[in-house]
């Protein structure tokens, strides 16, 4: 990082001095005698930290500080005092200064000073970059997927981040649940404040309820002192109650008082806490049955049903597939500094399997491949057994649910009669059906032999 100091003091042994200082930090030093120069100097340069006199002629220290203030606010800038205008000194921080020093400058002193403050800027470099880097992330971007299924979660998430509405995903294992619940808040105005992510169904409900809601000193045993809870901590920001259909109907009580009033008590305690939190919840069981059968709350239900979310299972987007393998092919590539193709045969194996673990395991199959391969492709061998094992893709049939048995006995059935260019008797054996019975449902299905 290029550094930039100005000096502004209307003595010219001063100014000489402190440059000669300086300039050991390795700084490029600019030098102004007034503020009206170094404003000047200014408008044509970008400089990291002013030193400026107080007393000066024309524009004094003060009104370049304000100035600065305004129109460089990422410029620190120091006051430069002799003993009688402390006091001006201090008001000088309380317009924003980043400190004084006393003249005669100690030299020791300012160098820590400078010192510190350009590891402060690094800091905040930093900080910056790591919230950029968390934004891409969670952008859009980073979540695979053009279909049509997956166009629509977009479309949703883009409408119910920016507002508050309590969100309900429902999705398979390994959908991109969480994924998704962190685009939600990552791109709400909630974004800078905390995205909490509790796991219901991972602790016992006494646990988790003290997790959630924290506990008062002395509420049980082990409890030696006070302990914020989730919805505490959250506050401000997103808590993300993943496997909500894992609790107990007493939690839910709690839970749905907490969406009501946006109030709770600490495990043990009597004094009502108050939060602002938005709550997003997460599930891979069918909710609404959950209420039917009894096992879940209705009114939290209706609560955290604000808006519904429900997230494909992949095998209902083979479009996504070859993202998803193209996106993490080169996610572990850089990973394990690899450079791979996927082989056409690999791929259409990828592109035909019915992935149950769906995301989560086509991204652990990319993975081992990655490493499994050893040329320039990723070939079927390099793909786990269950996988190559699947039906051959040219004459396979695809079953999913909300298909029929009909559906798929008539799709088997003609899968099976193209494979064999139409030999109806060698179907009937391959089906294990007897050949009147073959003639009988080519005829109910309407399919052309
Ligand atoms: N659309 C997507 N694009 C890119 N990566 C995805 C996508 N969906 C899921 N993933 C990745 O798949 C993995 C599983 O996602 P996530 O943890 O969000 O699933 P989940 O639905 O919460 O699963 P579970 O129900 O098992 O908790 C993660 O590594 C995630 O980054
Ligand atoms: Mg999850």
């Known amino acids: 990082m290029s550094k930039t100091i100005m000096i502004v003091d209307d003595e010219k042994n001063t100014r000489e001095g402190l440059k000669w200082v300086l300039e050991s930090t390795g700084a490029e030093i600019v030098l102004a005698q007034d503020g009206e120069q170094a404003l000047v100097r200014l408008g044509t340069q970008p400089v990291d930290v002013i030193l400026s006199d107080l007393k000066m002629p024309r524009v004094d220290g003060m009104e370049l500080l304000d100035h600065v203030r305004e ?11 002799g003993h009688g205008t402390v006091e001006t000194a201090v008001e000088a921080m309380k317009k924003g200064a980043f400190d004084y020093l006393i003249k005669p400058v100690n030299i020791e002193e300012l160098q820590l000073l400078i010192e510190r403050i350009f590891e402060q800027k690094a800091l905040k470099q930093e900080n910056e970059r790591l ?31 920016p507002t508050r509405a309590s969100v309900l995903i429902q999705g398979e294992t ?18 800078r404040k905390p995205f909490i992510a509790v796991n219901c169904g991972a602790l016992s409900q006494t646990l988790l309820e003290s997790e959630l809601f924290g506990h008062e000193k002395g ?22 109650l993943d496997e909500i259909g894992e609790t107990t109907p007493e939690l839910q009580v709690r839970l ?77 590539c850089k990973d394990h500094g690899r450079d791979l193709e996927v082989s056409p045969k690999a791929m259409s194996l990828l592109q035909n399997h019915m992935w149950p673990g769906n995301v989560r395991q086509l991204r652990t199959v ?20 269950e996988i ?3 039906a051959q893709p040219a004459n396979s049939i695809r079953l999913r649910v909300g298909m029929t048995v009909a559906d798929a006995e008539r799709e088997l059935i003609r899968a099976t009669l193209t494979e064999l260019q139409g030999n109806k008797a060698k179907a009937a054996r391959l089906l294990g059906l007897g050949r009147k019975t073959l003639y009988r449902k080519l005829e109910e299905y309407e399919i052309e032999a």
């Open 219 to 240: 509420a049980f045993t082990g409890a030696v002192k006070q302990k914020p809870g989730r919805f505490e901590l959250a506050h401000g920001g997103t808590i993300f």
């Open 174 to 191: 390994g959908t991109g649940k969480e994924v998704i619940a962190k685009a939600i808040h990552f791109n709400s105005p909630r974004r």
């Open 71 to 81: 129109e460089f606010p990422e410029t620190d800038f120091v006051i430069l005092t």
């Open 388 to 390: 190559r094992n699947d």
């Open 131 to 161: 919230r950029r880097e968390v934004d891409d992330r969670y952008g859009f971007d980073s979540i695979i997927g053009r279909s049509a299924p997956m166009e629509g979660v977009f479309e949703k998430v883009r409408q119910v981040a």
């Open 366 to 385: 990319m993975e081992s491949a990655v490493i499994l391969s050893t040329g320039k492709e990723i070939l079927p061998k390099n793909l786990p057994d």
């Open 256 to 332: 749905l008082r907490v969406l009501q009033e946006q109030e709770f008590e600490r495990v043990g305690g009597t004094k009502p806490v108050k939060v602002d939190v938005r709550v997003i919840a997460a599930t891979n069981r069918d909710l609404k049955k959950e209420v039917d059968a009894g096992r879940f709350r209705e009114d939290l239900y209706y609560r955290l049903n604000v808006i519904r979310l429900d997230l494909p299972p992949l095998r209902e987007r083979p479009d996504d597939i070859p993202l998803l393998v193209h996106h993490f092919l080169k996610h572990f």
